[in-house]
């Protein structure tokens, strides 16, 4: 939510741009996004790739969980492995200059990085679901990217 | 196979519904069906799904 509105008040600089070029320009990172994760495209993406060390959490709990959901939702230390974000970032970005989508686009993702862990408790296995996603996270980056390129194909007309 | 060379027991029963509707895939092609269905009728839902696909491709990043 941080990190759209932010994007959001950035947003208001592009407005003069036309929605056909926007739209054109979400759409066409959104592809490179794709082609990224696909591993077609070397392309180094602005990143602070450190993990976040288990001591924040073993300080003080509240403060502790505060600054890991700080540090991981808003990527400003944590790897990030898939180019999705970056594609959605740049669709905020260009949206027009209302702050409904980078509402609607912040929630989203935050429920979207929740289902991670959701699901990995849920299926009772964390070891075997760690497999099944190690497995299938190539196809899924891709997907993602690829999806993300197809809304925008029809949602900022 | 499992990394010692036997083969991985498959799941049966409850567990096998539990491990199939835990499917790390399963989000992705519910938010991709959402995602196109929203496109067609509620432009401003697709921008919260495809935000939910963004999301958790991050399923990898620690």
Redesign the interface.
């Known amino acids: 939510m941080l990190t759209?509105g932010v994007l959001w008040l950035l947003s208001g600089l592009f407005t003069p741009l036309p929605a056909d070029v926007r739209q054109g320009l979400i759409v066409a990172v959104a592809l490179l996004a794709a082609l990224r994760d696909v591993g077609k495209l070397s392309l180094r993406l602005p990143q602070n790739a450190r993990?976040?060390p288990q001591d924040v959490l073993r300080r003080h709990l509240a403060r502790g969980a505060l600054q890991f959901g700080f540090e991981l939702g808003t990527g400003v230390r944590?790897?990030?492995?898939?180019s999705?974000?970056y594609?959605?970032a740049v669709?905020v970005l260009l949206?027009g200059g209302s702050y409904?989508?980078a509402l609607?686009?912040?929630?989203?993702?935050?429920?979207?990085?929740?289902?991670?862990p959701a699901?990995?408790r849920?299926?009772?296995?964390g070891e075997?679901?760690d497999d099944?996603?190690?497995r299938?996270?190539t196809?899924?980056?891709v997907?993602?990217?690829a999806?993300?390129a197809?809304?925008?194909?029809?949602?900022l007309r | 196979m499992g990394r010692s060379g036997r083969p991985v027991a498959r799941p049966s029963g409850a567990?096998a519904v539990?491990?199939l509707?835990?499917?790390?895939?399963?989000?992705?092609a519910a938010?991709?069906i959402a995602?196109?269905a929203?496109?067609?009728y509620a432009?401003?839902?697709?921008?919260?799904?495809?935000?939910?696909?963004?999301?958790?491709?991050?399923?990898?990043?620690?």
């Open positions: 759209a993990q976040i944590t790897y990030v492995s898939a999705a974000p594609a959605m669709a949206s409904a989508p609607a686009a912040g929630l989203g993702f935050g429920a979207g990085r929740a289902l991670t699901l990995r849920l299926s009772g296995d075997r679901w099944l996603l190690a299938r996270l196809g899924m980056t997907l993602c990217s999806l993300i197809t809304a925008a194909c029809s949602t | 567990r539990r491990t509707l835990t499917d790390p895939v399963l989000p992705v938010l991709a995602a196109i929203a496109a067609l432009p401003m839902l697709t921008w919260a799904i495809t935000g939910g696909l963004a999301g958790y491709s991050l399923s990898g990043s620690v």
